[in-house]
């Protein structure tokens, strides 16, 4: 063997596939912590409103939900509903209405309210 590539190696395998080994380890490691510790918020929310993918108007436009694969309409004047009570900063009260409306639980519900309050801002 060869005095610099011995010195250029780790135990035969260069230092470069060393360091791209190393940084895969632990990206995947922070990845898998990331998940473990996010996993009791749903992954699965996506909030839109009806037709033209913007955000929901405060006059209250339908709201097609699709929580966790399951598919949950709100009509215009549920919509309106949920959102003022989100704008009057009622946030416990439009979980409660969503969850009585929708049947969803109490996690899903709060990050549906979420969405519509940062959608809304």
Same mark, same amino acid.
């Given at each position: 063997m060869n005095p610099e590539t011995t010195a250029d190696a780790l135990f035969g395998i260069p230092k470069d596939y060393v360091y791209l080994l190393? %940084?895969?380890? &632990?990206?995947?490691?922070?990845?898998?912590?990331?998940?473990?510790?996010?996993?009791?918020?749903p992954r699965d929310i996506d909030l839109q409103a009806t037709g033209s993918g913007q955000a929901p108007a405060a006059? %209250?436009?339908? &709201?097609?939900?699709?929580?966790?694969?399951r598919t949950v309409n709100l009509d215009a004047a549920q919509a309106a509903e949920i959102q003022a009570l989100v704008q009057a900063r009622k946030m416990i009260e439009a979980i409660k209405r969503l969850r009585e409306i929708t049947g969803l639980g109490l996690a899903e519900a709060k990050a549906v309210a979420e969405s519509i309050a940062k959608v809304g801002r």
């Amino acid at each position: 063997m060869n005095p610099e590539t011995t010195a250029d190696a780790l135990f035969g395998i260069p230092k470069d596939y060393v360091y791209l080994l190393a %940084g895969m380890g &632990i990206g995947f490691l922070l990845g898998w912590l990331t998940g473990r510790l996010g996993a009791s918020v749903p992954r699965d929310i996506d909030l839109q409103a009806t037709g033209s993918g913007q955000a929901p108007a405060a006059s %209250g436009q339908p &709201i097609n939900l699709v929580i966790n694969g399951r598919t949950v309409n709100l009509d215009a004047a549920q919509a309106a509903e949920i959102q003022a009570l989100v704008q009057a900063r009622k946030m416990i009260e439009a979980i409660k209405r969503l969850r009585e409306i929708t049947g969803l639980g109490l996690a899903e519900a709060k990050a549906v309210a979420e969405s519509i309050a940062k959608v809304g801002r």
